[in-house]
């Protein structure tokens, strides 16, 4: 389905497979780890994920499909798009051999501790884009991809001290990236609309291919607040780069005057 676009937000409905609460846990925490070019652990880049009505319990022989999912939203070009989510991933982010993984942890009953992960899997995170368009831009760059769970538009925005409209949205930080990830836009430099488009439609793939695994798994929002995972009937992306600290290049020197 074609985005339909609100104002500065990009927004695609995504079929829902399973119901509109989740079964309650437990449900899946998919980390997905992608080694820089340092090779120093504290480097590593993180994106979290949720998956809905599927966990430990399921069948085992399912688990890979599950990994393979995530891994191909990043390298896999999604249908109607002329590149991957990953060609706009900096060449900062190592692409040896073996240096992504995706782990699957047991979301608890009760918020607390995942413990270990009952399932991972390496992968090889595609090349960027050769030549001046994967020109890496700073490594704290990203864009956000939103994602709405079923519910989120009738949720109240308050009540008391309670934001409970918040617990029915999540975000992942796409990146770092490259210069091709973005375009020079009314004198300012924005996320790319290819880029954005590439973005959503991987993520409309990914929710097929978790459906494809069975049909009442799909991506959720995990709320740690009441303890839910909630299916996503929607993913947005907005026309501004956002920043992750944690992932800036770390200082190596201070210069110092006195005044």
């Known amino acids: ?35 820089r070019s340092t090779g120093v652990p504290a480097d590593r880049v993180v994106n979290t994920w949720a998956v809905n009505q599927f966990d430990a319990g399921d069948s085992a022989l399912l688990r890979p499909s ?19 989510v990953g060609h706009h991933i900096s060449p900062n982010v190592s692409r040896v051999a ?16 995942m413990g270990s992960p009952y399932f991972f899997k390496n992968y090889t995170l595609r ?6 368009a994967g020109t890496p831009l700073p490594d704290d760059v990203a864009i956000v991809l939103s994602l709405e769970a079923a519910g989120h538009d009738t949720a ?16 992942v930080y796409v990146g770092p990236l490259n210069t091709a990830s973005g375009a020079s836009a009314g004198g300012f430099f924005r996320p790319s609309s290819g880029f954005i488009n590439t973005t959503l439609a991987a993520t409309t793939a990914l929710q097929a291919a978790l459906a494809a695994v069975l049909p009442a798994v799909d991506l959720g929002v995990w ?27 770390k200082p190596t020197a201070r210069t110092r005057v006195l005044l």
Not at 98 to 113: F, H, K, N, T
Not at 158 to 163: K, T
Not at 223 to 235: F, G, P, T, Y
């Open 223 to 249: 709320s740690r607040k009441d303890a839910n995972v909630r299916a996503v009937q929607a993913a947005s992306i907005d026309n501004e780069f956002d920043t992750q600290r944690r992932r800036g290049t």
């Open 127 to 132: 090349n960027s884009f050769e030549g001046a």
């Open 66 to 84: 599950i990994t393979d999912a995530f891994a191909a939203f990043y390298n896999d070009i999604p249908p109607g798009r002329p590149d991957a």
């Open 1 to 35: 389905m074609a985005a339909a676009v609100v104002s500065r937000l990009r927004t695609i409905p995504i079929p829902l497979a399973g119901s509109q609460y989740g079964r309650g846990m437990p449900d899946t925490h998919a980390m997905v780890t992608f080694e």
């Open 98 to 113: 073996d240096q992504m993984s995706v782990r699957l942890y047991e979301i608890p009953a009760v918020p607390g501790p």
């Open 156 to 171: 109240p925005v308050e009540i008391g001290p309670i934001r409970p409209r918040s617990r029915f949205k999540g975000r």
